[in-house]
């Protein structure tokens, strides 16, 4: 093999295991991105589910307390002539 060929196959090589680094970069900050994505989603949902889960007794109360006054305006209506 003459000087030339092997000074283009060194430099070639070079470049395939530099562009084989950036690959591996490039993937690992993929993955990266993709479980921050997850993480960020099941916190979103995570929290939306604890907030009714809190909130949830004075819905409940809302929801007697129209049912109740819904029931009251319906005997008046009845009273009224």
Do not use: C
């Amino acid at each position: 093999m003459d000087p030339e060929s092997k000074k283009l196959l060194e430099e070639t090589f070079a470049l395939a295991e530099d562009n084989n680094k950036i690959l591996h970069s490039m993937r690992r900050s993929m993955r990266v991105q993709r479980i921050m994505s997850v993480l960020y989603w099941a916190i979103i949902i995570g929290s939306a589910v604890g907030a009714y889960y809190f909130i949830q007794p004075y819905i409940d109360q809302m929801m007697q307390l129209y049912g109740s006054a819904s029931d009251v305006l319906k005997n008046f209506k009845q009273f009224s002539p």
